[in-house]
Nanobody, 123 residues
Framework: QVQLVESGGGLVQPGGSLRLSCAAS????????MGWYRQAPGKQRELVAT???????NYADSVKGRFTISRDNAKNTVYLQMNVLKPEDTAVYYC?????????????????WGQGTQVTVSS
């Protein structure tokens, strides 16, 4: 029904920057909250940043001041600009979106996840 496709991951040196993108497509009536989560090896998935449809954002303490989440509602896309990257930012980053689908416009928004993109911070 709805697909989320992430891009922009890769290998970067400490102190470097990356920009992740996540585009939603499919049976979309409207997009609600969107966000980024990450999971490092041997650890649980954790919240990185979220953004409401109105543009209000929330960040994990560990990324405040370094990461910026934004969205383009016309393109159903959410971005994560990551600056001053640290080795501890190494993880698989997942996009999440709450979507009102065309088949159920009066029901509760449904939760969708992307397939994940690897971010590795290493010298």
């Amino acid at each position: 029904q709805v697909q989320l496709v992430e891009s922009g991951g890769g290998l970067v040196q400490p102190g470097g920057s990356l920009r992740l993108s996540c585009a939603a497509s499919g049976s979309i009536f409207s997009m609600h909250g969107m966000g980024w989560y990450r999971q490092a090896p041997g650890k649980q998935r954790e919240l990185v940043a979220t953004i409401t449809s109105g543009g209000s954002s929330n960040y994990a303490d560990s990324v405040k001041g370094r990461f910026t989440i934004s969205r383009d509602n016309a393109k159903n896309t959410v971005y994560l600009q990551m600056n001053v990257l640290k080795p501890e930012d190494t993880a698989v980053y997942y996009c999440n979106a709450e979507v009102q689908i065309l088949q159920d416009i009066w029901g509760q928004p449904r939760d969708y996840w992307g397939q994940g993109t690897q971010v590795t911070v290493s010298s």
